[in-house]
Structures are given as C-alpha cells and as structure tokens.
C-alpha cells in the first residue's frame, strides 16, 4: 500500500491532483478545499488511502493523517464509499464534522452529494460511540519545516511512524539543524 507521497504538484484537475514523485505521476483525489489551498510546481507531502476495485486503483490523498483517519472511519460505515467520504470531509470543517456525530446532527449532512437522511444516520449511529476517538486526532496539516525533518530522518532509514512521535516532543525553538540532530539522539535511545 501507498502510504504517503512526496512530490511536485504537476497539475490541478477538477476534484484530484498529479503529484510528480521521481517522473512518475500520480493522480491523488482530495477535497476542493485542500486542492485550492495548494500551487503547481511547489513540493507537497499528502498522507494517501489507495482503494483497489475491481476495475481500478484510485489514491486518495490527506494533509494530515488526522484527516486521513476519520476518512477511513468513514469509509468504515456500511455503504460509504471513497468518493462519499471524501464528499463528507469536503463539505466543511472536520471538528463540525466529528461534533456533528457527536450531537447527532444530520443537518451537516445535508449538503453532501450522494448522502441521504438514512445515510447520515447511520453513520452517526456507527461512529458515534468512535467520537471520542475523533477528538483526539491531529487534523492541522503539518509545518513545512516539520515535514522536511521527518523526510531527512526517512531518508536516514528511520521509520515514519516513530519519527512523528519524537518530532513532536522536540522543542520548536531549535533550527531545524538542531531539531534532526535531538531527534536522531532520541531515536538512538
């Protein structure tokens, strides 16, 4: 499975992006909101979903693995497919989305293409007892700098996984130069 990509974004289409990684270009779906919040030709890094159907294989991409896990909660409920789900996380914020569950309100639904009373009911039914869960989720899309030191330590041979774990820990005061440094102590440790 695909589980990041990091590239150049090559091309904006109507409801995905190519993202370029070593000549290779990747078509990668997102929300109408994060496809508007990026620029051609600058370097991007999206947490990616890949779905493989019966007649083909689609990526989904996320700024943030907050927001790629409450897709997969989604895609979790019973008749909630990718592209429904990605409707869902683009009809508005994802903390109204996740208080929406909460509260049961099917309202927030409304808006969304191909979701149905019946729909949003059911996953409010179905993630409602997972809210907790949700609030919990780190939905910002990380910093710049931050994906950079987490790319440098990948490249060391370290894995992503533990490398956000003690990325995080290190103090924001330090260059970025200091910041690998302390991070690869504490992976050493």
Do not use: C, W
């Amino acid at each position: 499975m695909i589980y990041s990509l990091r590239g150049i974004l090559k091309e904006k289409l109507i409801d995905s992006i190519v993202v370029e990684v070593n000549g290779i270009g990747y078509e990668v779906f997102l929300t109408g909101r994060d496809i508007n919040n990026l620029s051609i030709d600058t370097d991007i890094f999206l947490y990616t979903q890949q779905i493989i159907s019966d007649d083909k294989h689609s990526l989904y991409g996320f700024m943030s693995q907050g927001s790629l896990q409450l897709f997969k909660l989604l895609r979790s409920v019973n008749g909630v497919g990718p592209k429904s789900a990605l409707n869902i996380l683009n009809a508005g914020d994802s903390k109204k989305l996740i208080s929406a569950i909460a509260q049961a309100d099917k309202s927030f639904f409304k808006s969304v293409s191909g979701i149905g009373p019946k729909s949003a009911l059911k996953i409010i039914v179905d993630l409602q007892d997972k809210v907790g869960k949700l609030k919990d989720l780190d939905l910002a899309p990380r910093p710049r700098e931050e994906v950079e030191i987490l790319d440098a330590l990948e490249s060391m041979g370290y894995d992503r996984l533990s490398t956000e774990e003690v990325v995080s820990k290190i103090d924001s005061k330090l260059s970025e130069k200091d910041k690998i440094k302390e991070a690869i102590r504490l992976l050493s440790n």
